[in-house]
């Protein structure tokens, strides 16, 4: 061999190879280990140049002295053993800076030709970057590890068919109620209440079709603390293949979502408590989102209509209406969605069993919040109010009937009346006279009573006609006050900002609204002595106002008191005489001529009624 190389390899060539050599290669002489010769590679991994030839390797590398590369390469000078580093951990200073690196390498003694050791090679790999992928990747799979036993979700690995319990994390073993002892074990052995439940068998048919599976809100019965119970599970049984494709375990994660389930199945019983309870309910009772979609009917809905819950409920409400009332019904609806209050009103629905015949009914519909204060949803029903519709119709047309056939005897009675009173005073008989008066005074107490009754009764048949004229609004306050004055204890004090002057209306309808006030605020203030009348121009408005200083009007039923018989019940009642007409009249005339009246009042302490009507017709 040696006459091989030396006969045929030229110095040069065996330099070449030397330096392109892709590992790191140097040579050191004599036992102070001067560098010989180093290529670039060597000199890369110590970081220094050529300049380095001719001096001793720990003469520039004198921090691996410590790291005891002195005694081991004298060692190999000594004794002539290779020494062979692997993965060696060394600390090399490189550019002012101090690193770990890493190297396989050999140091191996160089003989002259008498056998003697005058020297020692160097050959070295860095293995830096493996090693710390190495170690980044033990690193990663002990936190790996770690995650997984610690996981907050129940992981398990069985191995072969027979599903030996390979691994269980801390969670999957609270979740069996069982300690780490199962581990090794048959599943089945482990578990042996999963006999007659479908996990086993589904496990096993893994190994068969190599698919994982996965299923939701799956029941399992499992003995916890010593008694068989039932939990909920997300899980997923995924198969772990070899190589060659073959299942030789299956990976088991799980999600406990018991409490979920439960609390999905109370409401779940809660939510059908409410519909068997609206389904018994012989109202209809609904829900509709912002738009009016109807989203849910009661049975007796369709019992009802005979309609079925695939058809269009919408559409069909709709349908019954009278198609005269739809915009009116729509109209309102859209003004409770866009200021959420409820919504409350009467209409015509056709009856399902007879075409073109209608039913009245009450439609109630409440807005339904969520936690950020939306709307969500609306509830509502329909209640069937034509019996009533048809009672009070019943009762409207009596009172018209009645009122009209008591007033002309009455209109007689009052003549008859005055005729006796006459003639009593003419006889002198000043005591019966009296009397008559006072029968007089009551006829007329009556005929209010009965005019009351018949302008209800024509405002309900929308005949109370106004016989508008041109008259002295000042001097008709002063009249209707004169009149009222005289048959009243309480003093009335009239005060004006400035004449009002002419106005256009009904002169004998504003009188009886201006007599109606003023006899309220006397009969509702039986322990006050004065009631205090103004008059003023608003705004090219003629403005009356009567103030007493009575019992006062409680602040929720303020706004009910212009409504029909409207009186306000309570232990005060029973003094005050009146039919509850009186303010839904006045409402009417004001309303009809164009004006507005209104009311403000403290409970206890007086009220304030006041009406403005234009003075010009516009
Ligand atoms: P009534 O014939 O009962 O007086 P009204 O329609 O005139 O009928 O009034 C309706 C209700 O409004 C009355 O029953 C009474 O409770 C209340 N009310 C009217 N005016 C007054 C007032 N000035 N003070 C207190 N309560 C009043």
């Known amino acids: 061999m040696k006459s091989f190389l030396e006969q045929n390899i030229s110095q040069d060539s065996l330099i070449t190879l030397f330096s392109q050599a892709p590992v790191a290669m140097s040579l050191l002489a004599g036992d102070d280990f001067i560098i010989q010769s180093a290529n670039p590679q060597m000199l890369e991994i110590w970081g220094k140049g050529t300049s380095v030839i001719g001096r001793s390797l720990f003469e520039i590398l004198p921090e691996i002295i410590e790291q005891g590369f002195r005694e081991i390469l004298e060692n190999v000078y000594r004794t002539g053993e290779i020494f062979k580093g692997n993965k060696w951990p060394v600390f090399l200073e490189k550019d002012g800076k101090y690193d770990e690196y890493f190297f396989d390498f050999i140091f191996a003694p160089v003989f002259n030709d008498d056998k003697k050791i005058k020297g020692i090679s160097i050959v070295a790999t860095e293995v830096t970057d493996q090693i710390l992928s190495e170690r980044k990747l033990k690193e990663s799979e002990y936190r790996f590890e770690h995650l997984i036993k610690k996981s907050d979700y129940p992981i ?27 581990i090794g074990m048959k599943l089945e052995d482990a578990l042996p209440e999963l006999e007659g439940q479908p996990f086993i068998g589904l496990l096993k048919d893994i190994f068969k079709t190599g698919e994982t599976y996965a299923s939701k809100e799956a029941r399992a019965d499992l003995i916890v603390d010593g008694k068989l119970q039932t939990f909920y599970y997300d899980f997923s ?29 109370e409401i779940q019983e809660r939510e059908k408590k409410f519909r068997d309870l609206a389904d018994s309910m012989p109202q209809f009772v609904w829900t509709c989102d912002n738009r009016g979609e109807i989203t849910y009917m009661n049975k007796s809905w369709y019992r009802y209509t005979g309609s079925s819950e695939n058809e269009n409920q919408t ?30 009103m009467e209409y ?10 209608y039913r009245w009914f009450l439609g109630r519909a409440i807005p339904n919040f969520s936690e950020n204060g939306e709307v969500n949803q609306w509830t509502g029903t329909f209640t069937d109010i034509n019996e009533f519709k048809q009672l009070e119709t019943q009762k409207d047309n009596f009172l018209g009937i009645a009122s009209h056939e008591l007033k002309t005897p009455l209109t007689s009675l009052k003549l008859y009346t005055q005729f006796i009173k006459n003639n009593l005073e003419k006889a002198g008989d000043p005591k019966n006279a009296n009397v008559a008066r006072r029968m007089d005074y009551q006829i007329d107490f009556l005929t209010g009573l009965i005019n009351e009754l018949l302008d209800v009764t024509k405002i309900q048949k929308g ?60 009969k509702y203030s ?5 009631v205090h009348i103004s008059t003023n121009l608003y705004e090219d408005q003629a403005q009356f106002n009567v103030r007493d200083f009575g019992i006062g009007i409680p602040e929720d039923k303020l706004s009910k008191v212009f409504e029909q018989y409207y009186r306000i019940s ?13 303010l839904y009249i006045s409402a009417e005339i004001i309303k009809r001529t164009g004006g507005e009246i209104f009311v403000s009042s403290v409970e206890g302490e007086g009220s304030d009624f006041c009406f403005r009507i234009p003075k010009y017709k516009n």
Not at 348 to 357: A, F, H, M
Not at 570 to 581: A, I, Q
């Open 156 to 182: 398990a690995i069985y191995s072969t068919e027979d599903l030996y319990i390979e691994f269980a994390n801390e969670k999957m073993l609270k979740t069996w109620g069982k300690d780490v002892s199962v």
């Open 570 to 582: 309570g232990s005060k009642d029973y003094t005050f005489s009146g039919l509850g007409l009186g």
């Open 315 to 344: 559409s069909l409400v709709k349908s019954m209406m009278r198609p005269e009332t739809i915009g009116k019904v729509d109209q309102t609806w859209e003004e409770c969605v866009r200021t959420n209050t409820p919504f409350v």
């Open 463 to 522: 005949q109370m006609q106004l016989n508008e004229s041109t008259f002295d609004f000042d001097k008709l306050v002063d009249e209707v006050v004169e009149e009222q004055q005289m048959t009243s204890r309480h003093k009335l004090f009239v005060s004006r900002s400035g004449a009002i002057g002419e106005v256009f209306a009904d002169r004998h309808r504003i009188s009886q609204v201006i007599a109606n006030l003023i006899s309220n605020a006397i």
């Open 237 to 265: 049984y995924k198969p772990l293949k070899s190589p060659t494709g073959e299942v030789y375990a299956i990976l088991n994660m799980a999600v406990d979502i018991t409490d979920l389930v439960l609390a999905k199945k």
């Open 526 to 530: 039986p322990n006050a002595d004065e």
């Open 348 to 357: 015509e629905l056709e009856d399902p069993t007879q075409k073109g015949n």
